[in-house]
């Protein structure tokens, strides 16, 4: 026992002596030196920061499409994604220990030999001072100058010449030899030295110089990444000297031979070829998504958008992006390439890139609120647009979802869902009756000249030979018939009907439309009509929700998030709530199948102003279109049990004095029957759960006015 604690205090005090005098040379007073000796032994070697032990370095978080192989970007603050050892190939393990600590595999964390050899050298004068610090007290100096946990002032201290942090070093890495095998600590060392170029980490650096993974590296190439890590920022044969990055791998091939590691002829042949990079660089933010998927540029921004507001990331936006770009996620998004590249083709088909126009178009996944796609006609780029044209057809605004200073765009009948419901839910069945005039004077005040009669708001139906006459609510909303709606509207109340579309994912953007929703929402007849903007996203959750049976679940980019410890995140995972009655929400898929020419459980569908969907698809399809005043705007709406399409249409820097016109939605019903199609490839045919008779027919009234 004696004996240990003597060799204990022997090893420590030779360590620290013999470290401070290579640093401060001559001039440093031996009982100086002696004291930082004497005092590493006031330090038990049990107390090694927990840092050393789980470095908590930066790494890459990798965002893929549903598949989990194709990348749609990368986000980090350091280039730098951890692997095995194993991982490596044995010709780059070699190229480092030779070139930064030949005796790594004799010493235990400090090499006395490199120490004296090195302090001789350096009282000797001239020429380049020599180090002495092994591979392990590298590691220990990487990992503390870049440990997030520290204070700026620790991090710098952990960096400076100095013969406290000399002495430090040797004492930690004492410790960590006895706490980790070699193979351990050159692990660590190769994932987090920084090798130039923006490359932190063997992994980023063979990507970034050679486009191949570190388990292919040649020995060439092998011998350059070694060379690399003396003077990363000067030597980098990508943004500095390649003639000095040349002369080092010359260095390092020649310790290769002497130290055994490779045969000379070997050597000699790695030293003879040219320098062959194949530059590479990592994907960093949304606006580097892939050119060949620029189109995906909006789901990620979306999927950031996402990630911001998710607590589990930290307590603020900062955290939040911080905890991304340094967490070293594997996040395998709900985009579907298919879908996705469906959406894409049939926008453009409806208008091209450079129109005034723009189809945003968002497809959900009812019962999980993933989203599989998210297409409009405009490139997601930060290039400059021609002169005149503010966002087309280059911008990176949220046209899909919206945010910021997008609000959305009116829907117009779309919104008669939420009438609907709330009649349903109220206990009106759906073969409430109602002789649909062509006109409607309301009891709501407006102050809109088109559709006030005596200052009361009075809508008309669009063509009424069709829409005018008894109706039900099945035939109302299959022939879209305006003045039923309102109608309904007095009925249930206009509040109803919004704390309806909020319940089901209505975001109300547009600050006048959320003044009214919350202080006039009783006075807001024309709601019904979809007077207020939304998104597509918003209105897809909503439609999709109804298609669930009244499970609303919040619209989610991501399938599957997983650590740098290979462990699922909660995060990742559908929020979903219950927030219609089941027969509710089946009954009004019920009246949604009339629009789209299916029809209802109950044969009650007699006309639909999409009527060709249902022929297009060949399975159950429910759904709704909708124009907005003068044609401004147009939407149509189309869900299965499997999946939600909504596609919308507007100028989005003009609505008003640019409609898109009566002659849009044709070729829209069109386009989303094509995502449909190719969304359901591979489905089985599902049909809708019918709604009760008791819903379907019986009346109950006991707490409306008339």
Not at 52 to 77: C, E, H, K, M, N
Not at 185 to 212: H, T, W
Not at 228 to 252: E, F, K
């Amino acid at each position: 026992m004696i004996q240990a604690r003597l060799h204990k205090l022997f090893t420590v005090l030779l360590a620290g002596t013999l470290a401070g005098l290579v640093l401060a040379g001559a001039a440093l007073p031996l009982a100086l030196v002696l004291g930082f000796g004497f005092g590493a032994l006031a330090t038990p070697y049990a107390e090694l920061p927990n840092s050393l032990r789980t470095p908590p370095t930066a790494q890459r978080s990798d965002l893929y499409a549903a598949d989990g192989v194709t990348l749609i970007t990368s986000f980090y603050l350091e280039n730098r994604v951890d692997v095995p050892l194993a991982e490596v190939a044995p010709v780059m393990r070699q190229a480092v220990v030779a070139a930064e600590d030949a005796r790594f595999h004799q010493h235990r964390g400090v090499d006395l030999r490199g120490v004296l050899r090195a302090f001789a050298a350096n009282r000797g004068g001239g020429g380049a001072r020599q180090g002495a610090s092994t591979l392990t007290m590298q590691y220990v100096r990487n990992v503390l100058s870049s440990d997030p946990t520290l204070s700026d002032e620790s991090r710098r201290a952990a960096a400076e010449i100095s013969a406290a942090r000399k002495i430090q070093e040797a004492r930690y890495a004492l410790a960590i030899e006895r706490e980790l095998s070699k193979d351990e600590i050159l692990g660590r060392y190769l994932n987090i030295v920084y090798f130039g170029a923006g490359a932190y980490g063997v992994a980023a650096a063979s990507r970034r110089y050679f486009s191949k993974s570190p388990a292919d590296l040649t020995l060439a190439e092998a011998a350059l990444l070694a060379g690399l890590v003396r003077s990363p920022h000067t030597d980098d044969p990508i943004n500095g000297d390649a003639d000095s990055a040349l002369r080092r791998r010359a260095y390092v091939l020649d310790r290769m031979v002497a130290t055994g590691m490779v045969p000379a002829a070997a050597a000699q042949a790695a030293g003879a070829e040219q320098l062959a990079l194949r530059p590479s660089v990592a994907p960093d933010n949304c606006a580097a998504v892939p050119a060949e998927h620029a189109d995906w540029g909006f789901f990620c921004d979306y999927f950031l958008t996402w990630w911001n507001r998710q607590p589990a990331f930290g307590g603020s936006t900062d955290e939040r992006q911080r905890t991304l770009r340094r967490g070293g996620f594997r996040i395998v998004s709900s985009l579907d390439p298919d879908v996705q590249q469906a959406a894409h083709e049939q926008v453009r088909r409806v208008y091209p890139t450079d129109s005034r126009h723009a189809m945003p178009t968002a497809v959900v996944q009812p019962g999980t609120g993933r989203i599989l796609a998210m297409a409009v006609n405009r490139n997601y780029s930060l290039d400059a647009n021609p002169d005149g044209w503010l966002n087309r057809p280059n911008t990176v605004n949220p046209l899909v979802a919206g945010g910021g200073d997008i609000v959305g765009y009116q829907a117009g009948s779309t919104f008669k869902l939420f009438t609907l419901l709330a009649a349903l839910e109220a206990g009106l069945p759906l073969d409430t009756r109602f002789d649909a005039p062509s006109r409607l004077l309301t009891r709501w005040r407006i102050d809109d000249p088109a559709v006030s009669c005596g200052g009361y708001w009075c809508p008309g139906n669009a063509n009424p030979p069709w829409m005018d006459g008894q109706r039900s609510m099945w035939t109302a909303f299959g022939r879209s018939v305006n003045t039923y709606f309102a109608w309904l509207t007095e009925r249930v109340g206009a509040d109803r009907a919004v704390e309806m579309a909020e319940r089901l994912g209505i975001v109300l953007r547009a600050e006048s439309d959320a003044r009214l929703a919350r202080y006039g929402a009783r006075e807001w007849g024309p709601f019904t009509l979809g007077v207020a903007a939304t998104t597509p996203l918003d209105l897809a959750t909503a439609y999709a929700t109804v298609a669930a049976e009244g499970v609303r679940c919040a619209p989610l980019p991501v399938a599957l998030i997983v650590d740098r410890a290979g462990r699922p995140v909660d995060a990742g995972r559908p929020d979903c709530r219950r927030v219609l009655d089941p027969d509710v929400a089946r009954a009004a898929t019920d009246a949604a199948r009339c629009p789209v020419g299916d029809q209802s459980t109950y044969g009650r569908c007699d006309g639909g102003t999409a009527p060709g969907l249902r022929d297009l698809l060949g399975r159950p399809v429910a759904g709704k279109t909708g124009s907005s005043e003068k044609f401004a705007t147009e939407t149509v709406v189309a869900f299965t049990p499997q999946v939600a399409v909504v596609s919308m249409a507007a100028n989005p820097e003009d609505p008003v004095r640019d409609p898109v016109g009566p002659y849009a939605q044709p070729s829209m019903v069109d386009a989303v029957g094509g995502i449909m199609a190719v969304a359901l490839r591979g489905e089985p045919v599902r049909d809708f759960v019918p709604p009760s008779q008791r819903i379907a027919y019986q009346l109950s009234l006991p707490h409306l006015g008339e």
